[in-house]
């Protein structure tokens, strides 16, 4: 089977609760019309609505934790199916993680610290146009001018309404400094 497929229980939807309760009480029903008539001059009307209550009780409470028991396995069927699904995500996460590392690794020349920091997404003064991409992807915005002759970018990163959550300031492709706002 492939892994990328999911299995779940099969399994036959069970009769319903209800029709169950219908045909106990039914039977228990045609038992008691039968003693009904055979005992009835003995024991009086009183005493056979006494009894068919109790049995309308009995079965009313067996009816509930039936239902209770069946709503119980179908939550249970549901909670490992999106936990199985759940755990299927992280694998798939750890899988492209590898991927992105290895490809990290592979781009910076085997320097496992500059991967490290950029997968972690850190940023730094000095950091490069290209490892600053790599660490927190691309801007939303990017301002630029032209200061004393030298190219300055702000790239704008978290929109927040009109506002950005983190400004990076580069100058000559690296960066320069940075501003946070919370």
Not at 68 to 96: C, F, G, N, P, Q
Not at 145 to 164: A, F, S, T
């Amino acid at each position: 089977m492939p892994n990328d497929v999911i299995q779940t229980e099969s399994h036959t939807p069970a009769p319903s609760l209800f029709v169950g309760g219908v045909v106990t009480t039914a039977m228990l029903g045609g038992l008691g019309a039968v003693l009904m008539v055979q005992t009835m001059p003995m024991l009086g009307w009183l005493m056979w609505i006494g009894a068919l209550s109790v049995v309308g009780a009995l079965g009313f409470v067996w009816y509930r934790r039936e239902t209770a028991r069946a709503e119980k396995i179908e939550e249970d069927i549901r909670r490992s199916t999106r936990d199985r699904v759940e755990e299927k995500s992280r694998a798939e996460l750890r899988r492209l993680r590898g991927l992105r590392r290895a490809e990290l690794i592979t781009k910076y020349e085997n320097d496992a610290d500059l991967v490290e920091r950029i997968v972690m997404g850190f940023y730094w003064r000095g950091q490069t146009a290209g490892q600053l991409i790599d660490s927190l992807g691309n801007p939303a915005d990017i301002d630029a001018r032209i200061v004393k002759g030298r190219r300055r970018e702000v790239w704008k990163y978290h929109p927040d309404g009109n506002r950005y959550q983190l400004l990076i300031a580069l100058e000559g492709e690296a960066v320069v400094d940075w501003e946070e706002r919370r």
